[in-house]
C-alpha cells in the first residue's frame, strides 16, 4: 500500500471524494490532476499536473478517478488497469457497509450511504451521500448511484447505468447497462433496453 493518492479531476465530485480520502486518514500525501491550467489547488491540496501526467505518478501513488461521468471514469479506469496502477476504495467513515460485501477498486461510497449484507458493487462506481442499497443488489462497474437513491433487495444494475438523485428501484429489478434513470423516478418493472427513463412509474423517453 502506497501512502501517497492522486486524484484524477479536482471539480465538484473530485473534491468529495478528496474529503472522503482525508478522513480516512490513511495516505500522507494527497494531490491532485486537473486539466484546468487555472487552478493551483482544490480542497487546500496542491494540482500537480495534468491528466496527461498520469503515467509519472504511476509507481509512486495510488490514483482514483474523481470525475461523475461515466463513460470517461471507463476510459481512464482501464487505461490505468492497463498500466499497472494501483487503484484504491474510498469509503467514508460515516457510511454503513454490510458483512459480505464487496466492492471493486476505484469506487467510492460517499457519507451516509448504507450498504447492506450480500451486495457486490462493480470497479469504479459512485454511491453517493445518503443512498441505500439492500441486500443482494448486484451493481455493476462504472455506475452512479445518485445521492438519495434507495434501491430494495436484490436489484442488478448493469454497467454504466446512472440513477438519478432521489430515485427509487423496487425489489428484483433489474436494470439493463447505459440507461439513465431520472431525479425521483420510480422503477416497478425491469428495464431491458437501454435509454433515459423517467416519471412515476418510469417511462422511456
Known amino acids: 500500500m502506497k501512502d501517497k493518492l492522486l486524484i484524477i479531476g479536482a471539480s465538484g465530485h473530485g473534491k468529495v471524494v478528496a474529503d472522503i480520502a482525508l478522513k480516512m486518514n490513511r495516505w500522507k500525501v494527497i494531490s491532485f490532476l486537473d486539466d484546468n491550467k487555472n487552478i493551483y489547488t482544490s480542497m487546500g491540496l496542491d494540482i500537480i499536473g495534468t491528466s496527461g501526467d498520469i503515467f509519472t505518478y504511476v509507481e509512486e501513488y495510488e490514483i482514483f478517478i474523481g470525475i461523475g461521468n461515466n463513460a470517461t471514469r471507463q476510459r481512464i479506469h482501464e487505461m490505468l488497469e492497463t498500466v499497472g496502477a494501483s ?32 451486495t457486490k458493487i462493480g470497479k469504479s462506481c459512485i454511491v453517493n451521500t445518503s443512498s441505500t442499497i439492500d441486500h443482494d443488489n448486484f451493481i455493476e462497474d462504472f455506475v452512479h448511484i445518485s445521492p438519495g437513491v434507495h434501491l430494495a433487495g436484490t436489484v442488478k444494475v448493469c454497467q454504466g447505468s446512472w440513477l438519478g438523485i432521489g430515485s427509487v428501484v423496487s425489489n428484483n429489478i433489474a436494470i439493463t447497462k447505459w440507461s439513465k434513470v431520472g431525479a425521483g423516478s420510480v422503477v416497478v418493472k425491469d428495464i431491458s433496453e437501454p435509454g433515459v427513463y423517467v416519471g412515476v412509474p418510469v417511462r422511456r423517453v
Open 87 to 118: 487503484i484504491p476504495v474510498l469509503v467514508h467513515p460515516n457510511a454503513v457497509i454490510g458483512n459480505q460485501v464487496k466492492i471493486g477498486n476505484g469506487t467510492a461510497v460517499m457519507a451516509g450511504a448504507v450498504v447492506n449484507c450480500c
